[in-house]
């Protein structure tokens, strides 16, 4: 039997769900439970916050899991990525107020930024050379700016409609994301057959959307 980590309530949960039922994969729903059987397949869905996810994935307490490149990179092990899902893309991205000048990412030399994801911000900045005074906040991070915590910010973007109400400007793109499947490096044999069948499901149901 193969158990899969998905996100209990978020952005992921209905993508997720939706794409195991595409593959024909029946079971009972369970918005209230820690995880569900399926009836028709070897599959157990567990049902977690999605940080916890690639954890649980790399310790083997979950075989699979369905979570975003951004909360699995910043987790520090992108090795688990199996291949990606193409829903829930969203971009990681740099951005200060409105009327602060930038030219480029010079600018925020010495500058305070305030982020969820220090880690990949972290890397990004060393790359371009910059050192920044990083503050980890783990939400509310669009307005650290008027509050006066921070004179920049790194934060996931969708459509930019939170940026632009929070009075701030994009300028940067330092990660681009999407959900991926994951997988444990150690699955038996029996578990990685069970995988490589559930990875052709969901690879037919991709081009059947297309
Ligand atoms: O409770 P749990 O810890 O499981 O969930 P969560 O609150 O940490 O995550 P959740 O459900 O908000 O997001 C899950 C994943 O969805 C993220 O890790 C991303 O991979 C992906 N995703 C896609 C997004 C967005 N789009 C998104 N727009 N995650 C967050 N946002 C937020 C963003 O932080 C900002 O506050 O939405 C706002 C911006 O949206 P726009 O459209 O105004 O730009
Ligand atoms: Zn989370």
Known sequence: MLRLAIQKSGR??????NLIRECGISFLAASNKLKTEATNFPLEILYLRDDDIPGY???????????????????????????GLGFSKCRLSLAVPR??????????????????????????LREKGVEAHLHTIS?????????GLAEAI???VSSGST?????????????????????NQNLNAEKKELLEQLQFRMQAVRRARR
Request: hydrophobic share 45%; aromatic share 6%.
């Open 99 to 124: 009327a602060a000048a930038y030219d480029s990412i010079q600018d925020l030399q010495g500058v305070s930024i305030a982020t969820s994801y220090p880690q990949i911000l972290g890397d990004y």
């Open 57 to 83: 994935v790399q310790d083997g307490v979950a075989d699979l899991g369905i979570v975003g490149q951004n909360v699995l990179v910043e987790a520090g092990f992108p090795e688990l990525e199996v291949e």
């Open 163 to 183: 940026l632009l109400g929070n009075g701030l400007r994009e300028v940067e793109t330092v990660f681009r994301s999407e959900a991926v499947l994951i997988a």
């Open 12 to 17: 992921l949960s209905e993508d997720s769900l």
């Open 139 to 147: 939400g509310s991070v669009e307005i650290a700016p008027s509050i």
């Open 154 to 156: 790194c934060d996931i």
